[in-house]
């Protein structure tokens, strides 16, 4: 008799998500028999959020934010419920809400991790002097690869990319052999650093050395469709995006394979993933959430077409974190709907910043173009071209 086959062992991502959800299982049995354990608590509520790190599945932060919310009714703000609720706080866009988690437990501000999410904040909020000057004090006093990781990317937007990489390497340097998904995270950063300047080849090379330190991870073909579309092959890129699709729902992803397929002439079935794309933006909303309104501006300044939409939700999102992104999608959106005056002015302020982007630049040029002024428009388009000389076929928004 022929032997069996023996199944091929798990990717790391599903090995990671089996052990996650064995140890909320263990955790939930604990608890039921004890709920003054407070340690147990806190432990099921970090490892609930782990899981939905990885899945991204709305259930999954639902059920770590509630763990929270019972820890937090039970046992007051203690420093590590509080720093847990902040993180997922500003996963979502809540800033005001993060800022009272801080405030909540003050001794956090003396922390590392504490003083990390308030430096996220302040980029968050524009005050990127302020975020740069914590970043650095801090790794002054230790060189942690997540701040590491921080600085790099406020490197990378305010122009100095062959240095944001450098420490984005340094960062993978820091960890440890059995940090594989770390690793794969940084190497991701730093496909999009490379990806952001057209450097297809080297975001390709990124997206594969993520792909074999943490093997089946969604969020790899993910980047890799992105990668494949940057370059004009849509077709693979939509292929890919819809594997992904098959065992992960996220409304943009739903999205950019709806744009895919309109720029590949499949109007019909794009319109399939991109009303399932709009009824999930709207239904967060609906809830009270916000972190889709970037995504909300962006679907109707350009798949959805409907550019005073666009322009409702882009003012939203400035209103709760006015920085560069926010400001540049919001004159994105006024140029769509033919406010150019408008759009000049809220381009300017993302300008100001210093901030070095080539959609940030490209999106001046159009406004400058449109209002009549020849040498800007010029200016901002070559701006846009040195960062990124090959440019994008598509660029998709995951």
């Given at each position: 008799?022929?032997?069996?086959?023996?199944?091929?062992?798990?990717?790391?991502?599903?090995?990671?998500?089996?052990?996650?959800?064995?140890?909320?299982?263990?955790?939930?049995?604990?608890?039921?028999?004890?709920?003054?354990?407070?340690?147990?608590?806190?432990?099921?509520?970090?490892?609930?959020?782990?899981?939905?790190?990885?899945?991204?599945?709305?259930?999954?932060?639902?059920?770590?934010?509630?763990?929270?919310?019972?820890?937090?009714?039970?046992?007051?703000?203690?420093?590590?419920?509080?720093?847990?609720?902040?993180?997922?706080?500003?996963?979502?866009?809540?800033?005001?809400?993060?800022?009272?988690?801080?405030?909540?437990?003050?001794?956090?501000?003396?922390r590392s991790a504490g003083r990390a999410v308030q430096a996220d904040i302040d980029f968050q909020e524009g005050r990127y002097d302020s975020a740069r000057s914590t970043l650095e004090q801090m790794i002054a006093e230790d060189r942690t690869w997540d701040n590491l990781a921080r600085l790099?990317?406020?490197?990378?937007?305010?122009?100095?990319?062959?240095?944001?990489?450098?420490?984005?390497?340094?960062?993978?340097?820091?960890?440890?052999?059995?940090?594989?998904?770390?690793?794969?995270?940084?190497?991701?950063?730093?496909?999009?650093?490379?990806?952001?300047?057209?450097?297809?080849?080297?975001?390709?090379?990124?997206?594969?050395?993520?792909?074999?330190?943490?093997?089946?991870?969604?969020?790899?073909?993910?980047f890799a469709a992105k990668v494949l579309a940057a370059r004009g092959e849509l077709e693979p890129a939509a292929g890919e995006l819809m594997a992904v699709a098959d065992s992960v729902s996220r409304p943009e992803l739903h999205q950019a394979i709806g744009e895919l397929l309109l720029a590949l002439g499949r109007a019909a079935e794009a319109q399939h993933w991109l009303e399932s794309a709009l009824r999930e933006y709207l239904a967060s909303a609906r809830r009270g959430e916000t972190h889709y309104f970037h995504?909300?501006?962006?679907?109707?300044?350009?798949?959805?077409?409907?550019?005073a939409e666009a322009v409702k939700w882009a003012s939203r999102d400035v209103a709760l974190r006015e920085n560069f992104t926010t400001q540049s999608a919001l004159a994105w959106a006024l140029l769509r709907n033919g406010d150019i005056n408008d759009g000049l002015r809220w381009i300017n302020r993302a300008l100001s910043s210093g901030v070095q982007d080539a959609t940030v630049f490209s999106t001046a040029a159009a406004l400058y173009g449109l209002s009549g002024d020849a040498a800007l428009e010029q200016r901002f388009q070559n701006a846009a071209t040195l960062i990124c000389p090959q440019g994008r076929t598509v660029h998709l928004h995951l």
């Open positions: 008799m022929a032997a069996l086959a023996s199944a091929p062992p798990p990717s790391a991502y599903a090995a990671e998500v089996a052990k996650a959800q064995l140890d909320i299982e263990r955790l939930e049995t604990i608890v039921r028999r004890n709920t003054r354990d407070v340690e147990k608590r806190v432990r099921l509520a970090y490892r609930q959020f782990h899981l939905a790190s990885l899945t991204h599945q709305q259930r999954h932060f639902a059920a770590a934010e509630q763990s929270i919310a019972d820890a937090l009714r039970d046992f007051g703000p203690k420093e590590d419920l509080c720093l847990l609720k902040a993180n997922i706080d500003g996963r979502f866009h809540r800033l005001e809400q993060v800022k009272e988690d801080l405030r909540s437990c003050p001794s956090l501000g003396r790099a990317h406020w490197t990378w937007k305010f122009g100095d990319r062959v240095l944001a990489d450098r420490l984005y390497a340094e960062a993978e340097d820091e960890l440890t052999a059995k940090e594989l998904r770390s690793f794969a995270w940084l190497e991701l950063q730093r496909g999009e650093l490379a990806l952001s300047q057209g450097l297809f080849s080297q975001a390709h090379a990124h997206a594969e050395r993520a792909a074999a330190s943490f093997t089946g991870h969604w969020k790899n073909r993910e995504h909300l501006s962006d679907f109707y300044a350009d798949a959805g077409a409907q550019p």
